[in-house]
């Protein structure tokens, strides 16, 4: 079975300093990872996504993630946060090689970014 | 990539009554999943809707509760039946589109 954690229900990060979003994965085939964010009253939206290729993916906006199997992890990075930036992000797993492509997704991280 | 709209955006709906939530694909894809995003919360799948075959529901998700129904390759409806405000949230839906998912803005229920 496959499940999702994100370590952080809220971050606070002031404008210009690092971001990172943890994220750990359980999955027993070899997963799909994908970063969302969701601002206020607003769809969502791909931030990036890694499918088996390339561990360290760039995401729109900035931010970027790697996967790290022998940790189990998939963390959310940007340099240098914006005020923009201030959303609800979701970690997302889904198993290709099951053939369900079922996304599920972590509970949110709530970022908020200080002036 | 595919482009997906819903209806309506928003309802307020009296509790007991239905509401039915379209969804639009822009090409045809194999698989639609429906979403609830209740308030403060992550997303939670209802079912996927496979064309040509009766819908899978996640536990906690019957039927009775959520009937959908998927006539084509690129359509799709869910039916929230008999409301209470418990189901007051957000729905969305999704169509698998090679390796990834993409989705509607959304439909905001609120059941008074």
Redesign the interface.
Known sequence: AQSVTQLDSHVSVSEGTPVLLRCNYSSSYSP?L?WYVQHPNK??Q?LL?Y?SAATLVKGINGFEAEFKKSETSFHLTKPSAHMSDAAEY?CVV?D?TSG?????????TRLKVLA | SAVISQKPSRDICQRGTSLTIQCQVDSQVT?M?WYRQQPG?????IA?ANQGSEATYESGFVIDKFPISRPNLTFSTLTVSNLSPEDSSIY?C?A?DR???Y????TRLTVT
């Open positions: 799909s994908f769809g969502l791909l996504k499918t979701f889904s290709l369900t492509y079922k996304y599920i997704f972590g509970t949110g | 698989m999943f919360q992550s997303l939670t799948l996927t969305l999704s698998q390796y990834e998912q989705f509607g803005p959304g």
